[in-house]
């Protein structure tokens, strides 16, 4: 891709970050870090397109280490922060503890 | 499939990102917002696996290990994520930070090693940033793990000179990186990983424990950059969107805690160099307080109209959540108006307190915002302080200079009846003496939040 | 530019528009709408670019008209909306009127 | 300059414009913000005089006839926006909207006739997509125009078969598109552009005057769309970006418009061929109402502690809004509070009575919200009601099935007397009965709004 169309999409995803997140209520900062995070996971995807490209031991060693590292970011992050926001549901009298 | 439908279900997956942002931003639609963001990167995953790249077929070279790998990291990753206490929700977010910038940091040294001599200096400069930021974020979130899960010291790590060995490894570093950009190959690139690791550890040895979860987010933030930087070097959309999703999103989640805690983020992260040493505050002074029973707090409970909960960081170390819902449960039950005052940066992590809650099932309606119950001080008989100490702090208010100067506190000095569940005269995490521990009407009943609490509990139970 | 770089810009710039305009009151729909109107007067770029490649005398003139146009659309929409947002600037008293 | 500084220069237009929309979300920074739109808006434009395309040199081909038509442009441009009234602005915005659309065809055609047998098929379709959208931003543009200069009718303009004709020349016109895609020519091209511009009068001639804001608002969405079409063909990223922006912040604002109005788009847009023609509702009923003379009114006000000031659609025809002001000083200075209740679709134009409210000086602290007001209407002795009648119709919350019905109203009904000034006992523009004109405690003031409000003050100066 051209250099200007990666800055282009770096900058509108900047300015899209910055206004999904900067109006969030500070009761859900801490499910909101736990899923960002999860979503920085993505990098599998990269882990793995370069295990497919590993010629060598030591490549493919190192790409399996990221994807297994890629793939307990990503499918950890996303069932811990489920796991906080079932929480969040709305409980009627909250009475069984 | 074509390098075009490739790409767009890759854009697809980022505007599943995008909404997932979207959706966390709101207790209503976040869950479905997370579950989005999961099909997203679901989708993602998959479609790697049916689309061969230039002069290369079906299936992917090494698919068993890359199968076996994936299945390895989730064999890993899911019973971690659903077995952890949420009390230490802070280390794991710090793990899983850590791991993705390890990740990032292996992809990009694997690129670099297939790309040999064919990478163009663009191409080597991301490199490098990925390889340097990635290794910095696995280091310094492995150590902020050890801190917050407390297999080290909690306390700032300085030793004599060690703003000058930062310096030079940060130097060394970056003359590392310029090295790999001129020269190229394989032995000056691991070289600076190694540096990028032993900086990430450097950096974060100085910070304090409660000032981590800055850390954490700021290191989370880096992540993404550095999964953005990947994305480009890959010419993947989908990494450099969703990358850069995180690098703005994380800087701004860590802008708004550091503010929350009227703090700058400079001063979090080179607090420990510049602070003068702490005397043991107030240690020397025996000014009196007054102590009391878990009886003395029962009755004092007993005969209130209104109490206000305050939880705190102790709350979470004493993981006494479950004993505080007894508690306001009991008092509900006598008739007693009961209301939590959450403040924003209670807890180890932003939002924390709502989460260990929400866990232990306390309805929605019983937990209020500080702005929402600070007017409300004046009305209550007492004010319940468990674990918490900096966020009551009046200092916040009267003391200009001190290190929370400015920082909105939850306003108890109001209250009739000042109750504060501690184990010791030690200040909070700010480290300065709090002067509402020994107001007149302040009563103090010493003992791990937990232990203490459920001997209220019991007293309150026999009046 | 690649296709997939195009639609990716346009994704995000659709976020960023819908983000940023969605919180807006109503005091200033109008202003907004004028402001928003003067932004696409930037095709006056477009126009002179095809007035530079013009070669024939009718595309000369659809360009001319073009630029005409859209500098009327671009300049007055940002002079207009300075206008009325001039008016909203808070004032004391309210005393000169 | 190389294309891709040139590139950059653009995207940074294109981040100016962004902070532009940003800047204007709020009244504080809103004037910065247009400010900062100006400037990329300048900066694009002065950039382009210094990059040469490949394979050409500056200055640019027809460097003269281009600056003379800016000159042309700045001439015309600047005076029309420096002069024109306030209450004229749904117009001025219709206008500027009508010839961006123009240019955007105008662009694309040229574009078309340069490319000739070169356009790859993508381009074409683009082109197409200018052409037909951009004419009939053009031609509706102009028709919105006529209605709101009332140089034709403001009614729904429908004729017998009406529908047949529209959909007849939207099928000729797609079928016109088919054949620019397929055979090419300059005189396919020239049918579809008259095709779109017929089209375009023929979608806004049955549009009532007062759905016409809603219309522009999308006329000026799609224009946008149009400007990133054109960015597509011409491969400049900030036509991309700017075109999308106004497109997206376009489709929103015309939604917000449409909601705060309780309509849906679609009845807006065709509501003229689906409505049962309205009879001249009431007319037969001969209900008695109480009128009262300029003095009746002035005594009433006179002797109120707290008036509301309920200014509409009327108060903009009759340009009466320095009239309104002075009527609230004078208030003011004998000691009664004032207030204006601003409906957010009061006016010809979302937010309109804002503007003329500011533009004849009324001070912030006296303009309420809805909201605000609302509740205050209980310990309000006058809500004088100034050429506005939807906005305070009850059948909004009592009628199900009128077309108002939903739409948030001002509660006037709950102050203790109620005023209307207006000319007739003509329904507003939803063409409904209000019954709050026969409610007792409701007086009338039949006359022009500015007239009428000129009798007032005199008689109150007398009292
Ligand atoms: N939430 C966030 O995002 C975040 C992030 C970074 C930093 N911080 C900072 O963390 C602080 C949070 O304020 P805070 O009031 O919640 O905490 P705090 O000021 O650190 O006070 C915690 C109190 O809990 C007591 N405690 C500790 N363990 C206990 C136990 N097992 N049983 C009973 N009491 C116990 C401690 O006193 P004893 O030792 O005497 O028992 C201490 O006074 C603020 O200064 C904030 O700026 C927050
Ligand atoms: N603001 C927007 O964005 C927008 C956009 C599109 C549509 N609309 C629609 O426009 C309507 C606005 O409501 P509204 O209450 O402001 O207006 P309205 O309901 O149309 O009422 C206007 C009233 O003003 C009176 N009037 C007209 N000229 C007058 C003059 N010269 N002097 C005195 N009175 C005069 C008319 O009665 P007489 O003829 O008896 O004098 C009429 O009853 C709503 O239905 C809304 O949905 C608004």
Redesign the interface.
Known sequence: MEPIAIISIFVLAVFVGFEVVSKVSSTLHTPLMSGANAIHGVILVGAIIVADHSSTNLELGLAVAAIILATINMVGGFVVTDRMLEMFKPKKGGEKK | MS??LY??I??A???C??L???G????KT??R???I??IG?TI??LV??FYA?EG?SLP???FG??I???A???V???P???K?Q?TQ?PQ??AL??G??G???A??A???Y??LGDTANT?EVIATVFTVIVGCVSFSGSIITFLKLQELMTTRPVVFPGGRFVIAGTLAATLAAAVWVVIELGTNPLMILAALSLLFGILFVLPVGGADVPIV??LL?AF??L???A???V????????????????????TR??AE?MGRSLFGTLFGAFTAKPQEASGAAEERPVRSGSPDDVAILLNYARRVVIVPGFGLAVAQAQ?TV?ELADLMLAKGIDVAYG?H?VAGR????M??LL???????DQLA?MDEVNPTFGQTDVAIVIGANDVVNPAAQTTPGCPIYGMPILEVSNAANIIFLKRSMRPGFAGIENELLYDPKTMLLFGDAKASLTKVVSALKNL
Do not use: C
Not at chain 2, 349 to 352: F, L, N, S, T, V
């Open positions: 390098h075009f790409s767009l890759g854009l997956a980022g505007v990102f995008i997932a942002l979207k966390l931003s709101t207790p976040a869950r917002g997370n579950i963001g999961a990167a993602a995953t790697v696996f790249q290369e992917l070279n090494n290990w890359i076996g790998a994936i390895v990291g989730v890993i990753g899911v971690a994520a659903r952890v949420m929700m794991l977010v899983f930070n791991v993705g390890g990740a990032a292996l992809v040294i694997v690129e090693l297939h663009a954490i987010s989370n992540t993404g550095t999964v953005a990947s994305g480009y890959l010419d993947s959309t989908l990494l450099i969107i969703a990358g850069t999703l995180v690098g703005a999103s994380g800087t701004i989640l708004l805690m929350a479950h819902r959450i924003p992590m932003p939002g924390h709502n989460v929400a866990e232990a099932n306390v309805p929605y915002e």
